[in-house]
């Protein structure tokens, strides 16, 4: 009986589509540069978004064109993979992801993940959009003069 009833939960649990639960850990600029792999001011050179293998997501592959490396150096062109996209008439967001348009210019602080493929460091604080002289974050508190964030990158202990 009781395993009954733990089958009904498990199932009806999986069945909830509620809103869930994002958890990201807040970092301050010098966390980010300390623990990031890479950072780079990038334009962003494409935005191809597609079905993941299981159908049930889409994700999207964020070409970047490196013009300044300001942690360690790689390759000039990265490409990045953030879950959400649009693919047809569907569109998949997900919560605490950045956003990138074509053509934009980029700081991006990049990690190297399990499968050693990088990805943005913070998830929405890994990525600023560089407009004018300021750096502009998704999150609008941590928008800031580019001066000042690349000041602070370059002086943090990495």
């Given at each position: 009986m009781k395993r009954n009833i733990l089958a009904i939960l498990l199932v009806l649990g999986s069945l909830y589509t509620g809103p869930g639960l994002a958890l990201v850990i807040e970092k301050d600029v010098t966390q980010l540069s300390n623990e990031a792999d890479r950072i780079v001011v990038a334009a962003v050179a494409d935005l191809e978004s597609a079905w993941a293998p299981d159908g049930l997501t889409i994700y999207t592959d964020v070409?970047?064109?490196?013009?300044?490396?300001?942690k360690n150096s790689g390759a000039s062109t990265i490409t990045v993979?953030?879950?959400?996209?649009?693919?047809g008439d569907l569109s998949m967001v997900e919560s605490d992801t950045p956003t990138f348009e074509l053509g934009e210019r980029v700081v991006a602080f990049l990690k190297t993940d399990d499968q050693k493929e990088l990805m943005i460091w913070g998830w929405y604080q890994g990525k600023?959009?560089?407009?004018g002289d300021r750096a502009e974050n998704d999150d609008p508190q941590l928008s800031r003069p580019l001066a000042d964030l690349l000041e602070?990158?370059?002086?943090?202990d990495h």
């Open positions: 070409t970047l064109q490196v013009e300044q490396d300001l993979r953030i879950p959400g996209g649009t693919v600023y959009s560089v407009i602070t990158i370059t002086t943090a």
